[in-house]
């Protein structure tokens, strides 16, 4: 099973963050159903939307576990952002921001079994 939330709407202004997708309720909801050894998978080429969503995951440390941890050939840069999308199959926005420039954030869990 894998759970993949990839480029959600960055709502940039404060007063909006409350509309973010990743929220305390979708992450409980998301470890609550997903199977032991099923994976969430995070993209997102804004960097503050990309370490919300990263603080709300790595705060279940006790139900998941960055993929990093558990296959030593998963490459990450020196701030856990794994550098390949291990998709293989690349979103649209994705396509679009790698070809502005803009660096893609990426994070990947896996259910303790």
Not at 3 to 12: A, E, G, N, Q
Not at 73 to 97: F, K, Q
């Amino acid at each position: 099973m894998l759970v993949s939330i990839l480029c959600p709407d960055p709502h940039f202004k404060k007063r909006h963050h409350k509309r973010r997708v990743v929220q305390k309720t979708l992450v409980d909801n998301i470890i609550s159903h997903l199977v032991p050894g099923g994976k969430v998978f995070l993209q997102s080429d804004v960097l503050d939307v990309a370490l919300h969503m990263r603080s709300q995951f790595d705060g279940e440390s006790e139900a998941l576990q960055h993929i990093d941890e558990l296959d030593l050939s998963v490459t990450c840069d020196s701030d856990g952002w794994l550098l390949d999308n291990p998709l293989g199959i690349r979103s649209e926005r994705e396509i679009h921001a790698e070809f502005e420039g803009a660096k893609i954030y990426r994070r990947l869990y896996q259910k303790r079994t």
